[in-house]
């Protein structure tokens, strides 16, 4: 490694403070201004020109193509500032490559993107018009500098799937491509990760990013490394870390990635047993199960725990004088027992959680995937065990913490694509001083989407479901039904099921077969039941029998905290110009409603229905933003008190 790749390797980009207050007002003005319309255009029509630019490439055998990817090659590498000029000739000859390796034209939409991607922009694409090679054309142009590009993508599958399908065209361009996932060793990590172009997935570069920090211990600074090196003659890098350092980020499903995601963040521990502390775990879950609701505590709905409303102090001390506790301190164990009692009202199994090999697995509650390596934190997990009869986890020491903000927010060159981003525009500029654009689509969206029907109760909405699935279903046309917990999918299927329907589902718990489901969803009469982890980046195409028939229906069977979500459940319908629907159906006791509505409202509210899901859509996406938001207040306390030196990280 010689002295700028080691310099390379813990470069980071110091972002500036979040700005709050009145103070927020001109860099919103800002956002506005770099997210205008008139911008857009301009992209579309250098897309345009690019596009048509294509017949000068055409003439060319694959060498002198190849020849003239590999001269760009060079230049990009070597020279200091990329002009527009060398940017719209280069992707000219990259479209064309495009062509011979992977048989279609990018469309002058997809080379917007690349564009927008390229120059630092999120860019909100329609579900199904190829963001896969606009990312690929954007990492080619950033893979031509020698520098670390990461593409990182929703999960494992599609990381390793995108870096295989985009191989040849990398290959052909000069440059190198690998993918890194949750199973590969150490060595497998370090060799992918020395590629040009590495796609993986945020948990897995953060994780390893936060490893590598931790191997260097006192070295994350370039300048102790070279006076070590120097004056002590020590090894400058650790031999077992497997980065390379941080440039280029593309982030897929960015809604996902920088928004749901960012609340929580990664934590880098080691088992450190400590009986005392589980002991005081078991003496609060007997306590807690000894409380009953409304006698003891009351459920709060909108923060999701609960407040005593009987001297909890008394019951405890009452517990301590028949079972000694390790820990006499009054405050501890209360804030302990309350633990015990969020975890047995608000932690459900097939909702937060499922249980496999007697091991709690938290699920996303976002996308409905499983997060195997992921544990609640300051107790909770081990309530949950102990509500479950499950043996408790160590307790666990942490290592290194960074959020996904925070992390994000130290590429130099940062962008990212989503179908669903226009209404997180404001925080994405606000959090990581990027741009928002939105790419039309190549052709004219034809889904039809129904009004939302809204019920008193669940009975009376899952009725209403189960006849529109038979109405569609005798249409011969496919659907697709989104919900929102496994437990909800599995009683939706059992219900199809007694119907005589045949049905498959795909949840936390089954999904091993996700991607094979998810691409015969389109077909003649499917049914499909899947929670939110419905095939990201998987085409669910039909033929042109179900083309005539109407298409693909959606039928989400509550609406979400978020509308981005429930609009990226509709978006798996009427994709590159296909015919298709979607319907939602909502009621009074779905968990948006109950959680974010206030009680005394509900009388009023009860007559204008779409006007309450919208206000509590709000009220939930307002309490998710702040929550974000004091993560990001969090980071800034670990930034101004915690880093002695430039690079290092906490």
């Given at each position: 490694?010689?002295?700028?790749?080691?310099?390379?390797?813990?470069?980071?980009?110091?972002?500036?403070?979040?700005?709050?207050?009145i103070?927020?007002f001109?860099c919103?003005?800002?956002?506005k201004?770099?997210?205008r319309?008139?911008?857009?255009?301009?992209?579309?029509?250098?897309?345009?020109?690019?596009?048509?630019?294509q017949?000068?490439?055409q003439n060319?055998s694959d060498?002198?193509?190849?020849?003239?990817?590999?001269?760009?090659r060079?230049l990009?590498?070597s020279?200091?500032?990329?002009?527009?000029e060398?940017?719209?000739?280069?992707?000219?000859?990259?479209q064309?490559?495009?062509?011979?390796?992977?048989g279609?034209?990018?469309?002058?939409?997809?080379?917007?993107?690349?564009?927008?991607?390229?120059?630092?922009?999120?860019?909100?694409?329609?579900?199904?018009e190829g963001k896969?090679?606009?990312?690929?054309?954007?990492?080619?142009l950033?893979?031509?500098?020698?520098?670390?590009?990461?593409?990182?993508?929703?999960?494992?599958?599609?990381?390793a799937?995108d870096?295989?399908?985009m191989?040849?065209l990398?290959?052909f361009?000069?440059?190198?491509a690998?993918?890194?996932?949750?199973?590969?060793?150490?060595?497998e990590?370090?060799?992918?990760?020395?590629?040009?172009?590495?796609y993986?997935?945020?948990k897995?570069?953060?994780?390893?990013?936060?490893?590598?920090?931790i191997?260097l211990?006192?070295k994350?600074?370039?300048?102790?490394?070279?006076i070590?090196?120097?004056?002590?003659?020590?090894e400058?890098?650790?031999?077992?870390?497997?980065?390379r350092?941080l440039?280029?980020?593309?982030?897929?499903?960015?809604d996902?990635?920088?928004?749901?995601?960012a609340v929580?963040?990664?934590?880098?521990?080691?088992?450190?047993?400590?009986?005392?502390?589980?002991?005081?775990c078991?003496?609060?879950s007997?306590?807690?199960?000894n409380?009953?609701?409304?006698?003891?505590?009351?459920?709060?709905?909108?923060?999701?725990?609960?407040?005593?409303?009987?001297?909890?102090?008394?019951?405890?001390?009452?517990?301590?004088?028949?079972?000694?506790?390790p820990?006499?301190?009054l405050?501890?164990?209360k804030?302990?027992?309350?633990?015990?009692?969020?975890?047995?009202?608000?932690?459900?199994r097939?909702h937060?959680?499922?249980?496999?090999?007697?091991?709690?697995?938290?699920?996303?509650?976002?996308?409905?995937?499983?997060?195997?390596?992921?544990s609640?934190s300051d107790?909770l997990?081990?309530?949950?065990?102990?509500k479950?009869?499950?043996e408790?986890?160590p307790?666990?020491e942490?290592?290194?913490?960074?959020?996904?903000?925070?992390?994000?927010?130290?590429?130099?060159c940062f962008?990212?694509?989503?179908?669903?981003?226009?209404?997180?525009a404001?925080?994405f500029?606000?959090i990581?001083?990027?741009?928002?654009?939105?790419i039309?689509?190549?052709?004219?969206?034809?889904?039809i989407?129904?009004?939302?029907?809204?019920?008193?109760?669940?009975?009376?909405k899952m009725?209403?479901?189960?006849?529109?699935i038979?109405k569609?279903?005798?249409?011969?046309?496919?659907?697709?039904?989104?919900?929102?917990?496994?437990?909800?999918?599995?009683?939706?299927?059992?219900l199809l099921?007694?119907?005589?329907f045949i049905?498959?589902?795909?949840n936390?718990?089954r999904?091993?077969?996700?991607?094979?489901?998810?691409?015969?969803?389109?077909?003649k009469?499917?049914?499909?039941?899947?929670?939110?982890?419905?095939?990201?980046?998987?085409?669910?195409?039909i033929?042109?029998?179900?083309?005539?028939?109407?298409g693909?229906?959606?039928i989400a069977?509550?609406?979400?905290?978020s509308?981005?979500?429930?609009r990226?459940?509709?978006?798996?319908?009427a994709?590159?110009?296909d015919?298709g629907s979607?319907?939602?159906?909502?009621?009074?006791?779905?968990?948006?409603?109950?959680?974010?509505?206030?009680r005394?409202?509900w009388?009023?509210?009860?007559?204008y229905?779409k006007?309450a899901i919208?206000?509590?859509?709000?009220?939930?996406?307002?309490?998710?933003?702040?929550?974000?938001?004091?993560?990001?207040?969090?980071?800034?306390?670990?930034?101004?008190?915690?880093?002695?030196?430039?690079?290092?990280i906490?």
């Amino acid at each position: 490694m010689n002295i700028s790749e080691n310099f390379q390797l813990t470069k980071i980009k110091k972002a500036p403070p979040v700005p709050t207050g009145i103070n927020a007002f001109p860099c919103l003005i800002t956002g506005k201004f770099k997210s205008r319309s008139r911008l857009r255009k301009d992209f579309l029509k250098e897309a345009e020109g690019i596009h048509n630019h294509q017949t000068s490439s055409q003439n060319l055998s694959d060498t002198q193509l190849q020849s003239k990817l590999l001269n760009w090659r060079g230049l990009f590498k070597s020279q200091k500032k990329i002009t527009p000029e060398m940017i719209r000739e280069s992707l000219s000859h990259i479209q064309e490559a495009v062509f011979r390796k992977l048989g279609f034209y990018p469309f002058t939409e997809q080379i917007a993107g690349a564009l927008g991607l390229y120059r630092g922009y999120i860019i909100e694409m329609a579900t199904g018009e190829g963001k896969t090679v606009t990312a690929a054309m954007a990492a080619v142009l950033r893979g031509w500098s020698g520098l670390p590009c990461h593409v990182i993508t929703a999960n494992d599958y599609l990381a390793a799937r995108d870096a295989s399908i985009m191989e040849p065209l990398f290959r052909f361009c000069g440059i190198s491509a690998g993918s890194v996932t949750s199973e590969m060793k150490p060595d497998e990590r370090k060799e992918n990760y020395l590629k040009n172009v590495t796609y993986t997935t945020a948990k897995e570069v953060l994780a390893d990013f936060l490893r590598d920090r931790i191997l260097l211990g006192k070295k994350q600074n370039f300048q102790k490394r070279l006076i070590s090196y120097w004056c002590e003659n020590e090894e400058m890098v650790p031999p077992n870390i497997v980065q390379r350092g941080l440039h280029t980020a593309i982030v897929d499903e960015a809604d996902n990635v920088l928004i749901d995601e960012a609340v929580t963040p990664l934590i880098i521990s080691k088992e450190e047993p400590n009986k005392a502390f589980e002991e005081a775990c078991f003496c609060a879950s007997q306590i807690a199960g000894n409380l009953h609701l409304n006698e003891h505590y009351k459920r709060d709905e909108k923060f999701r725990t609960v407040v005593f409303i009987k001297d909890i102090e008394t019951e405890i001390k009452k517990y301590a004088a028949e079972h000694p506790s390790p820990f006499s301190g009054l405050l501890f164990q209360k804030d302990l027992v309350r633990k015990a009692v969020v975890a047995k009202e608000f932690f459900l199994r097939d909702h937060q959680y499922v249980i496999e090999d007697e091991k709690i697995v938290i699920v996303d509650e976002s996308t409905g995937r499983k997060m195997p390596m992921r544990s609640w934190s300051d107790g909770l997990h081990q309530m949950v065990e102990l509500k479950e009869g499950l043996e408790m986890t160590p307790v666990k020491e942490t290592q290194a913490r960074l959020s996904f903000q925070r992390f994000f927010r130290f590429y130099p060159c940062f962008s990212g694509m989503t179908g669903t981003g226009k209404e997180a525009a404001r925080e994405f500029w606000l959090i990581y001083a990027v741009p928002m654009m939105l790419i039309p689509s190549h052709k004219k969206n034809r889904r039809i989407l129904h009004p939302l029907r809204v019920f008193p109760d669940k009975r009376s909405k899952m009725n209403a479901i189960l006849k529109e699935i038979e109405k569609i279903h005798g249409e011969g046309r496919p659907i697709l039904i989104g919900t929102r917990t496994v437990a909800e999918s599995e009683m939706l299927a059992s219900l199809l099921q007694e119907k005589n329907f045949i049905c498959k589902v795909i949840n936390a718990v089954r999904s091993e077969e996700e991607a094979g489901i998810i691409a015969e969803a389109g077909k003649k009469a499917a049914i499909t039941v899947a929670t939110n982890m419905a095939g990201r980046g998987t085409d669910i195409k039909i033929s042109p029998e179900v083309s005539r028939l109407g298409g693909l229906h959606v039928i989400a069977t509550e609406c979400h905290r978020s509308s981005r979500i429930d609009r990226q459940l509709f978006g798996r319908s009427a994709r590159q110009g296909d015919p298709g629907s979607a319907a939602a159906f909502a009621s009074f006791e779905d968990e948006l409603l109950t959680q974010n509505l206030p009680r005394r409202l509900w009388p009023v509210l009860k007559a204008y229905p779409k006007a309450a899901i919208k206000i509590a859509q709000r009220m939930a996406e307002r309490k998710d933003y702040q929550s974000r938001f004091s993560v990001q207040k969090t980071d800034t306390w670990l930034d101004e008190s915690l880093r002695f030196a430039s690079e290092d990280i906490q």
